[in-house]
């Protein structure tokens, strides 16, 4: 069984000019290590502390945990022990300069899902390895501004029932598992997502916000195999990204994030830059896709480090169908024109 340092270490022999991302991710990993114990046993001892509110906003908006705090404290130890220029954080207003020589730069979001932390439902963390040019050198806010199609690597963790690494290097999407007993990851195998999905994430209490073109994609669904789309559905929700995608990525389905009516949510609340665009590279490399729901995400150029987006992702032939529905909702059947002739791997 190949471990997660031989998998890296075969991919800097092929590809020495990524050496680099390889001595990163083997950082990232000995971190999640360190971060699974810590949510295995209450975090830092006192289980109360652990689970509550820090009580300030972080970088994207949200409210501080005590663990997001401690995530970001050893994925940022970890950076600093890797050949990288810039770290960019959800718990972190700004981008923060490390090694100033160094080829790569890191998107994160420490740890996805925290508002889950207290009812032990899975959380994760999210990451993006870009690289670093002279000229981003020398205007460091456009760093963060590259492409999702920028990425050398991408991927994320899973703190569950076992602590799961899901990567891309550009060159598939792979699945490792973490043993407690040694603290070593070990190959489980490629991920491809089934292209027939049979299963949607989306949050149904927003219903009443939701755009028509949205609301009429679920109602679809919702009516089964006596309806338009010919099969039946169920429904997922986790509330933790992570939880849902890798369920994606292992049966197939669809998970949906568009903005709504309400205030502060018609972009969405996913961040693009170290949430949508890693997920959306592994989605892609697993034969999959991802769309902001009508165009593909990792073509979208970032704003900035906590810029929100809508979010599909998923299932090939499932984000088409969401991006026909979007695109024009009085016709199911169409092919959308949106995605021109890319072939699978770019939507």
Known sequence: MTTLTQYLEAHAVARPDRRDVAVLIERLAEAAGQLQRLISTGATGDAGAATGSAGDPNGGGDIQ??????ADRLFLAAARAAPVAFYGSEEQDDAVPLNAGASLAMAIDPLDGSSNIETNVSIGTIFS?????????????SVFQQPGRSQLAAGFFVYGPRLMLVVTLGEGTHAFGWSPETGVFTRMGPLNIPAVAKEYSINASNARHWDEPVRLYIEHAQEGADGPRGRDFNMRWVASMVADAYRIFVRGGIYIYT????????????????????????AEQAGGAASDGLHPILDIVPEGLHQRTPVVFGSREEVLEFARVMADPASLTESSPLFGQRPVGGI
């Not at 945990?65 to 401690?70: I, M, Q, S, T, Y």
């Not at 390895?129 to 806010?141: E, G, K």
């Open 129 to 141: 390895i870009l690289p670093v040019t002279d000229a981003h050198r020398a205007n460091p806010a």
């Open 259 to 282: 903005g709504d009516r309400r205030k502060g949510y018609d972009r969405g609340r996913i961040r693009l830059v170290y949430e949508a665009n890693p997920v959306g590279f592994c």
């Open 65 to 70: 945990k005590v663990l997001d705090r401690e």
